[in-house]
């Protein structure tokens, strides 16, 4: 490492909580799809802030909305009203079927968000003592505690036990599973259609169907976590249109600001009246500032149609990596993704590979260790993908 890096980490070794195991990299500008560290070398980001800089680093576009912004309001909270808050809601709720948005700052705010509004809509508006989450084996929903609850994962909840109540986990793909977990207290179903942290693992779509049918029976809300899948990623502008889902709200959050905290929930009308002036409630949450930030980012995702870009370029990727799956499949376990949403796990340890990557440049994710996790900004050039494959070709044929 050099002097530089080394300062840096004992630096941060002084000043920060340990809380997270940093990747060997100071990172200290970003265009596009490349980023530069701390001695000048030169990344290509496959990984985009944990699909966050949906638009790429320092998007002028999105800089020159954020200059003007910053020029007129930044912040007055949410005692006022605000233009920049109406037009960032026209523009999200333009791509779905909801009608009501509550702007807050991240994914585990927007997953609280949808928590709080199942559970209120059940007990104020249906008059029903329905609280219970049910949530999908494999899930990630944030690290608030709520949220660590409906996580439900052991390693994330350690030392912080004891974790709220009225959360329930049940094998993801298994109806009759759900099913029977569903009871008079149940007051909403919580799901990922493409799980993320899980290891980019998309859920089929008869299985997602199946799940709105259960729900609509039961008189039981859908909530579909977007957080990392939403904002076109996946080749629609939602995972959840790919199944042909309705949800009755559904979270966003990480690339809706490309890079400023920022986060949303969209609900139906029907499932808003769960709120009211006083349920709910943030501080910073829909800001002048970020709202139009954000309202550009949708703009610009809309008007150069980018999920169907992310589409056609995740297909030919990942064709790509399954073709390179059937020729080395002693390399190369499993292929899977929708969009530029991709996992490739290898029939190995996934860390040597991982840290290859990095050391040729190439900046990605490795998931519980054995996968890959591919987020590029939607904006990426095709020839970094190509690039990309070539590059694990050689890692994987040790070239």
Not at 23 to 37: F, K
Not at 60 to 80: G, I
Not at 133 to 152: K, N
Not at 357 to 382: A, D, K, Q, S, V
Request: proline content about 5%; aromatic content about 6%; glycine content about 10%.
């Amino acid at each position: 490492m050099s002097d530089a890096f080394d300062t840096i980490r004992a630096e941060e070794e002084r000043l920060l909580c340990r809380s997270y195991s940093r990747y060997p990299l100071a990172i200290v500008r970003g265009e596009g799809a490349r980023l530069w560290d701390a001695d000048g070398r030169e990344y290509i980001d496959l990984l985009a802030g944990i699909a966050v800089t949906g638009l790429g680093h320092c998007n002028p576009e999105v800089n020159a909305a954020l200059e003007a912004q910053a020029r007129k309001l930044w912040h007055v909270s949410n005692l006022f009203y605000q233009e920049e808050q109406l037009e960032l809601a026209r523009r999200l709720l333009s791509t779905t079927h909801h009608g009501k948005a509550f702007f807050c700052n991240s994914g585990a705010e927007a997953n609280e968000a949808c928590i709080k509004l199942a559970r209120r809509y059940m007990r104020k508006v249906k008059r029903r003592d329905a609280f219970e989450i049910i949530t999908l084996s494999g899930c990630f929903h944030g690290r608030t505690l709520g949220t660590l609850a409906a996580t439900g994962r052991q390693s994330l909840s350690d030392g912080f036990t004891p974790l709220p109540e009225g959360f329930r986990q049940v094998p993801s793909c298994d109806l009759d599973a759900l099913a029977a977990a569903m009871t008079p207290a149940t007051a909403a179903v919580l799901l990922e259609c493409v799980q993320g942290e899980g290891g980019i693992v998309p859920l089929p779509a008869d299985y997602l169907r199946g799940v709105e049918a259960l729900c609509r029976e039961r008189g039981v809300l859908l909530l579909c976590d977007e957080v990392q899948c939403g904002m076109g990623r996946t080749g629609r502008f939602w995972a959840f249109q790919h199944a042909g889902l309705t949800p009755d709200a559904v979270s966003v959050a990480k690339s809706l600001a490309n890079g400023l905290p920022m986060g949303a929930m969209l609900a139906t009308d029907e499932a808003a009246r769960g709120f009211e002036p006083g349920s709910h409630a943030t501080t910073f949450g829909g800001g002048a500032l970020t709202s139009a930030v954000a309202a550009k980012v949708v703009e610009i995702l809309l008007r150069d149609d980018l999920p169907a870009r992310a589409a056609r370029l995740g297909a030919a990727l990942m064709e790509r990596l399954r073709a390179l799956q059937a020729r080395l499949p002693e390399k190369i376990r499993e292929v899977r993704g929708m969009g530029l949403m991709i996992g490739v796990e290898p029939a190995g340890e996934g860390k040597p590979v991982w840290a290859d990557l990095l050391r040729r440049g190439f900046i990605c994710n490795l998931c519980h260790g054995m996968t890959l996790r591919l987020l590029p900004p939607l904006t990426i050039p095709e020839v970094d993908l190509d690039s990309f494959a070539v590059t694990l070709e050689d890692i994987l044929t040790g070239r």
